[in-house]
């Protein structure tokens, strides 16, 4: 009976899949390039200062220690779906069962070096708070924010956490009372950014914009970044910036572009409704490092990851008893947000029958405060996991 499982990768789906394997009674080896999980939908408050560093990350030793799964930390440098294997900081570990969830790898696109992110390096939101209180502290100036796309998989596109850090910095800056010292402008190369989440949402996301006074550049393609963090478009014309946020969409890890699994024209791994590598039986993808099928306006984002994570586990203890019974992560896919906006916050919903966007004045805020402190304590056993969350 296959009873070892190797899980790649220490975010969303990794920790996901890890914890309910080790329930279901399989040793468990869960692997991570860094000690902690990154809490990313709460690392906007650290652009603006609300929460500390620490604030945003997961122990994933400590994690590891209350389900009773190991936790090794080190550098994925080569896979082997053939052989179930992967080379950790130039060791092999081999598994019955291999999950891969490392993620995927920002884009970078010609000047990249001269923004600020959100996404990749956790270490970018307190380099962006810094240069937000730079910016501050020379008594006003320019601010650019945007995402960009990636025409082989739509999917990977990450613009929520720009909106949310819009709305956040606009909300900081008025309560400090400066806000009319900074010229405010959000780009996109689509002409409608955020239609993933619906023609409800878009649209309230526009007007918002617009009544904060925020300029907005889209349907124009990015073609790079000067010196300083102006935006240089398709079309020669400019943004002038002096701090410009920028996401780019995501593409498929190194590691896997180097091995010898089935990937897409984006470089995300191919795998079947129930999760699994086709043709590579005891290897399975997860979350962002998997080729999401589904609707047209499907994206990527860490409830569908953890979704992924328990059907995957599922089915490998499935395989591991004999039964041939798979559950599919088709069903649930949608797109699920708590827009945060500084004040308050909206709830955006779409899935393949109704798209929501429900605003929560005041309280929203709150309630997302409050899900990152159940987020950290569920995942530590020391409060029971509600369903859904």
Known sequence: MSRTALVVGGGFAGLEAAIHLRKAGLDVILVSDRPYLWIYPTSIWVVTGEREFEDVCLDLADVARRHQFTFREGRVESVSAARRAVVVDGEELVADHL???????????????????????????????????????HGGGRIAMGFGGNPKDPSAVRGGPVFEVMFNVVHMLRRRGIREKFQLAFFAPMPSPGERMGKKAVAAIQKMLGEMGVEMRFGKKIDGFLKGGTVLFEDGSLLPSDLTVFVPAQGGHPAYAASDLPRNEAGFVQIDPGCAVPGFPGVWAVGDSAALDGPPWRAKQGHLAEVMARVAATNIVAEVSGRPERESYLPHVSITCLMDMGNGAAYVHRDETKEQMIPLPVVGHWMKKGWGAYFKASKRKQIPRLPGM
């Open 99 to 137: 999950v891969l969830a490392i993620g995927g790898t920002p884009l970078k696109p010609k000047g990249v070096e001269h923004t600020f992110g959100l996404s990749g390096e956790p270490e970018n939101a307190s380099r962006l708070h810094d240069a937000l209180e730079a910016l501050v502290a």
